[in-house]
């Protein structure tokens, strides 16, 4: 079986623990929407935000303008849902956590303002609102 079919059965596995496994896994590969579809999902997991958290840390560790998107299309998502879900609550953390890191790193800290600059133009409506939110904050943080 190849790696990422693993990791997809891992993404549907009712152990929130797989879960966090394939979603970490499979943010190596994101760039495919096949990939990039399954990680959204588990960003937004119904069933464990723990799984939420690891994903997003994932995510924001890789730092790259694929993973912000990622991670910006989630925060759309998660900001209009019920907040007794609370994963945009956990995003909010991952994301002062990952502000916190790039806030020691100039280069970083610099790479992360010109990733969201570049999500607030993006092509998709929920990205690019969510963007702007989330500029204002890495604005703020760093």
Known sequence: MADVDH???????QSW???????QGLVARIGES?????VLQLLLDPKDTAVTTAVAD????????ASWRIFAHAWAIAAKMPTET????????CLNGALYMASLNLEI??????????????????????AKEL????????
Do not use: M
Request: hydrophobic share 50%; aromatic share 4%.
């Open 109 to 130: 800290a610099e790479n992360i303002k010109a990733i969201v600059d570049q999500l607030s133009v993006d092509g998709d409506d929920a990205v690019r609102s969510a």
């Open 58 to 65: 994932a995510l924001l560790a890789r730092g790259d303008l």
């Open 86 to 93: 609370n994963h945009i609550d956990h995003l909010v953390s």
């Open 34 to 38: 096949t990939v990039d579809a399954v």
């Open 17 to 23: 623990q797989d879960r966090s496994r394939a979603g």
């Open 135 to 142: 500029r204002n904050l890495v604005f703020e943080g760093l």
């Open 7 to 13: 990791l997809f059965l891992l993404a549907g596995s």
